[in-house]
C-alpha cells in the first residue's frame, strides 16, 4: 500500500465528520456482535473507518468509550422506566407491573446498551457522571418500592424501601438476563419472561404479608401516600457504591 492511500485514510481518520458519534455506534455493534469484553479500541476503530490513533482524540481508552456508552444507555433506561412509572397511576399494583415489563422490554430492545451497562466490569463509582446516570435509573425502582412499602398492612412490619428495590431489581435483572443470553432457549418454559417476572414479584409481595389487590391500591384509597419528590435519604443503589 502507498505512503499516498496510508496519508489519505489519516486524514479521514483525524477529519470524520462526526468521529464520536461513529465510534460510538461502532462500539454498539461490537458489543452486539461479542460482548462487551469482546473487542478491542482499535476494533471500534476499523468498524468506524478510521484510523487507530483518531479515537483518542474522544476517548482516553476503551474504558472511557464503554462508559459512554453505558451513561447513554442508562439515561435511555432512566427514560423508559419513568414513562412505565407514571408517577404510580392508577395504582401501585398496575404501574409496578408496567416497570416491570418495561425493564425486560429495553434488555430486549437495547442488548448492546444492556450489556454495557451490566455487564462490561466497569468500576461505576470511579465515574460520576457515569454513576449519576445508573442512580436516576435506579430510582425509578426505589421511588416505586417506597409506594409498595407504604401499602403494608396495619400491624405488618414494614420492609426498608430500598431492600425492597434491590430485591426486585434482582429478580428483574435475572429474568432479563435469562432470557437475553437464550437461556430460556435451552428448555421450554410455559411461560414469557414477563408473566415469569411478574408471578415472581406477586409472590414476593405475599411473602411480605402485602394485598397486590388492585382494588386495595387504587386512586380512591387514602392510606396509600402520594409523594410529590423523590425517594428521601441518599441515592444509592446496585449500579453505584451504596453509601
Known amino acids: 500500500m502507498s505512503w499516498r492511500k496510508e496519508q489519505s485514510r489519516a486524514e479521514r481518520g483525524y477529519h470524520h465528520g462526526n468521529l464520536k458519534e461513529a465510534l460510538l455506534q461502532a462500539a454498539l455493534g461490537l458489543i452486539a456482535e461479542k460482548g462487551a469484553a469482546g473487542f478491542t479500541f482499535a476494533d471500534a476503530a476499523r468498524m468506524a473507518g478510521v484510523s487507530p490513533a483518531a479515537?483518542?482524540?474522544?476517548?482516553?481508552?476503551?474504558?472511557?468509550?464503554?462508559?459512554?456508552?453505558?451513561?447513554?444507555?442508562?439515561?435511555?433506561?432512566?427514560?423508559?422506566l419513568t414513562e412505565a412509572w407514571d408517577d404510580g397511576r392508577p395504582d401501585t399494583v398496575t404501574a409496578f407491573e408496567r416497570v416491570g415489563k418495561a425493564y425486560l422490554a429495553f434488555a430486549r430492545r437495547e442488548p448492546a446498551f444492556y450489556s454495557a451497562m451490566f455487564e462490561s466490569g466497569l468500576p461505576v463509582d470511579l465515574n460520576p457522571t457515569l454513576l449519576a446516570a445508573s442512580e436516576r435509573a435506579f430510582a425509578i425502582i426505589r421511588a416505586a418500592a417506597e409506594r409498595l412499602a407504604a401499602l403494608a398492612p396495619p400491624g405488618t412490619p414494614r420492609p426498608p424501601a430500598m431492600m425492597m428495590a434491590l430485591h426486585i431489581w434482582s429478580m428483574s435483572h435475572g429474568v432479563a438476563s435469562l432470557f437475553a443470553r437464550g437461556d430460556a432457549a435451552r428448555r421450554k418454559l410455559p411461560m414469557s419472561a414477563?408473566?415469569?417476572?411478574?408471578?415472581?414479584?406477586?409472590?414476593?409481595?405475599?411473602?411480605?404479608?402485602?394485598?397486590?389487590?388492585?382494588r386495595a391500591s387504587g386512586p380512591k384509597d387514602q392510606t396509600e401516600?402520594?409523594?410529590s419528590g423523590p425517594p428521601s435519604g441518599p441515592p444509592s443503589g446496585p449500579w453505584g457504591t451504596p453509601k
Open 225 to 227: 401516600p402520594k409523594p
Open 194 to 214: 414477563e408473566d415469569l417476572l411478574e408471578a415472581e414479584v406477586l409472590i414476593y409481595l405475599r411473602g411480605l404479608g402485602f394485598s397486590t389487590d388492585r
Open 55 to 80: 479515537p483518542y482524540r474522544h476517548f482516553r481508552d476503551r474504558d472511557e468509550l464503554l462508559s459512554s456508552i453505558a451513561q447513554r444507555g442508562f439515561e435511555q433506561f432512566e427514560a423508559a
